[in-house]
């Protein structure tokens, strides 16, 4: 049990660095983008603030509206998207919530992280990690208006809390002792809500889940 929890860990360690490593990757890509769209958005701006001179002699209005809607739509298109400004926190938010969109999966996030927070980034990183991809794995079988995902993070003024709650369908077999779900493979917790309830025991936090009307909520909660 110890080698083989030994050999999750550090496959998750992998997992989370490759994740680190190509969300760097891609947010220097976005950034270069972006730089290069808002460069020639800028050289054109010129040319909009004429046709805008013109149609202010002419006082067609709602064109020039429309006008400054097409500028504030280009510019809005060409934002960095930002989750947090956690960085690490933010590199895996941001593919997980590439994959859920390529799975058709809404997702209403709300997540506020500082730079420095309180506890050990790519631990809390991780722990987001397996709650966002339970949740994806959760919905993912089901018919589109259900693929949703509510999840909410802050970890601000010495407190931390995470919620996630999805659709579900079915039976959940709760644990006796740590009343959270067990996995569908085994008797045991899963590898995902083990890392999860061992990171708050970590930090003296609480972890718990219910079911109500269908909606599977869970939530951790630590005071520093």
């Known amino acids: 049990m110890e080698s083989e929890s030994k050999r999750i860990a550090s496959y998750w360690e992998n997992k989370l660095q490759e994740s680190y490593i190509q ?4 947010r220097h890509y ?5 730089e290069q769209n808002l460069k020639i958005l800028h050289h054109d701006i010129r040319h909009y603030s004429q046709i805008i001179d013109s149609l202010l002699e002419q006082k067609r209005y709602e064109e020039i509206k429309e006008i400054n809607e097409q500028i504030s739509h280009m510019a809005d298109e060409n934002k960095v998207k930002e989750y947090c ?6 590199t895996i938010l941001s593919n997980m919530m590439d994959k859920a969109l390529s799975l058709d999966i809404r997702v209403d996030l709300n997540a506020k992280i500082p730079k420095e927070i309180p506890v050990n980034d790519y631990e809390l990183t991780i722990v987001v990690a397996n709650l966002f991809e339970n949740a994806i794995q ?3 079988p ?32 709760l644990d006796s002792i740590t009343k959270l779900p067990k996995s569908k493979k ?4 899963g590898w995902g809500m083990q890392s999860i309830l061992s990171f708050s025991k970590k930090i003296g936090g609480t972890v718990g889940c219910y079911l109500d009307n269908g909606i599977f909520h869970i939530m951790l909660y630590a005071k520093f």
Not at 23 to 26: C, I
Not at 85 to 90: E, G, K
């Open 30 to 34: 976005l950034v270069e983008q972006a």
């Open 186 to 189: 085994n008797e045991n917790h």
């Open 138 to 140: 959760c919905v993912k």
């Open 85 to 90: 400004s956690n960085l690490i926190v933010n």
């Open 23 to 26: 969300g760097l990757e891609n």
């Open 142 to 173: 089901f018919e589109k208006e259900k693929r949703y995902i509510e999840i909410e993070i802050n970890c601000m003024n010495n407190q931390l809390f995470i919620q996630t709650k999805n659709e579900y369908e079915g039976e959940i077999i």
